[in-house]
């Protein structure tokens, strides 16, 4: 739906915000971002039953899909509230979201409820919560909240003293998230430097970043994965390594989870690991490769998968592996087409719009989703070592769902409100709202409406 307004309801100069708000030169509804939406959300209803099977309740066969569509309701209660909610009035909200977010990882390192070997989740007794899904969400929002601000100069590019406020917000966030695991910190770190890219950093600056991020990363990890002389291994240490015929002159002992990192890097670089014998250690690898493989390119039915009950965790972290062996390679590759899709939807949006601040805050939200979901997808398919990721709005688990709606809202409120360059009348009625701070001119739409 659009409503076409002339020159002549422009606001008057000084007029409140909360009346020019009601102004808008064009109300949209993004049909691409709701129709990526409903397609995946169909694929969700229909797998998620059918990877559920290992969780069914006798007496209610229906329990996980009903939790799950559920939370898809609440989802999407959000993401309708959001999209009418101008995108000026969640920036303001962005601080607090990354505060409660930050607290919230610091609360469950001291009190949270372990998942696989880490402090990972609140257990809030009617249900849990996993705060580093909305962590990684508040990283990107907390970025765009700095970029968005940040004086531009040179031709839009970010002040130095922007690049290093981003720099030391990412590494803190990363600096919690490493805690609980490896992956959601490497997230968090691809998203934020590609929001700095995005979001007119100078290379020179950017090359900067990344060079000190891979720097610490590898100290870091080299550190945590470390190996250690037999002697210096503890008794039942040595026990262990010797039953394993482990080298007894160098075994990886690592620190904390950097065993766990260790292992799951030396299982994916391992020449046969498509091919070896089944153990507890790569059950999960092996089966996703087995289910895969069995659902060749059309899949062999909703309902009908044969692995979803031997492979661990298929209704979350390899819930992939269950939609290929069912729906096939071919809906595969269509729903990794859709998180694509997304992203180039997003890339299309920050290209109009006139403003820098909508740009960082959409690319931001489809850097969070698409990220995730690729990430997903690289591990069930053994393109990445064994990590646990969802993919967004399909694995089971209501915290993954609400942030992914939230990241949703917050792109729908920003497609819906954000001027485009080729709109004056909407361009008016955004500066006249908008802090003398955040109007920043988009650099990639400067000068761009004179030329059409």
């Given amino acids: 739906m659009e409503t076409e307004l002339s020159a002549a309801t422009l606001p008057e100069p000084g007029t409140p915000a909360d009346d020019v ?32 099977i290992q969780e ?39 601080p607090l979201f990354v505060v409660l977010s930050l607290g919230a ?35 990107a929002l907390g970025v765009a909240w700095i970029l968005g601000r940040s004086k531009r100069q040179n031709g839009g590019r970010v002040s130095l003293q922007g690049f290093i406020t981003c720099v030391a917000f990412i590494g803190i966030c990363c600096g919690i998230l490493i805690l609980q695991g490896l992956s959601n910190a490497m997230l968090v770190a691809a998203i934020g430097l590609s929001m700095m890219f995005v979001g007119g950093v100078e290379l020179k600056h950017f090359g900067l970043g990344l060079g000190l991020m891979a720097l610490v ?45 260790a292992a799951r890097v030396d299982r994916f670089f391992a020449k046969d690991k498509h091919t070896a014998k089944i153990t507890d250690d790569n059950k999960q690898e092996q089966m996703s490769f087995i289910a895969q493989a069995h659902g060749g390119f059309f899949g062999v039915g909703p309902g009908n998968s044969r692995e979803n009950a031997r492979l661990p965790l298929a209704f979350s972290d390899y819930i992939f592996a269950i939609i290929v062996e069912e729906l096939g390679l071919f809906t ?15 890339a299309h949006l920050t290209m109009n719009f006139r403003q820098t601040l909508p740009g960082i805050m959409v690319i931001g939200c489809a850097f969070v989703i698409v990220f995730q979901a690729l990430y997903h ?76």
Wanted: net charge positive; glycine share 8%; aromatic share 8%.
């Fill in 377 to 452: 997808i690289a591990i069930v398919t053994g393109a990445a070592p064994v990590s646990g990721q969802p993919l967004p709005l399909i694995s089971k688990g209501g915290t993954c769902v609400l942030a992914t709606s939230i990241a949703l809202g917050v792109m729908l409120s920003v497609s819906r409100h954000a001027a485009r360059y080729n709109d004056s009348v909407a361009v008016k009625q955004e500066l006249s709202v908008l802090p003398e701070n955040l109007q920043n001119e988009n650099p990639l739409t400067a000068g761009k409406e004179n030329k059409d």
């Fill in 217 to 261: 990363g590898i100290c870091f990890l080299g550190y945590m994965t470390r190996e250690k002389p037999m002697e210096e291994l503890t008794p039942t240490e040595q026990r262990v390594y010797e039953l394993n015929k482990q080298d007894p002159d160098s075994v990886r002992a690592g620190i904390a989870r950097g065993k766990t990192w």
């Fill in 21 to 52: 708000k009601k102004l808008t030169s064009k109300v949209r509804t993004d049909h691409h971002i709701w129709g990526i939406y409903i397609f995946i959300v169909l694929i969700s209803i229909v797998e998620l039953f059918s990877a559920s």
């Fill in 105 to 139: 990882m610091v609360y469950v390192q001291f009190a949270g409820t372990k998942i696989n070997g880490a402090e990972r989740a609140i257990d809030l007794g009617f249900a849990t919560v996993l705060p580093a899904e909305f962590l990684k969400l508040a990283a």
């Fill in 332 to 346: 595969g590759l269509l729903l990794l087409f859709s998180y694509l899709w997304l992203l180039g939807r997003a």
């Fill in 56 to 94: 069914v309740n006798h007496e209610d066969i229906y329990g996980p899909i009903k939790r799950h569509v559920m939370f898809l309701g609440i989802g999407l209660g959000i993401m309708l509230v959001l999209q009418l909610v101008h995108y000026r009035r969640i920036y303001q909200a962005i």
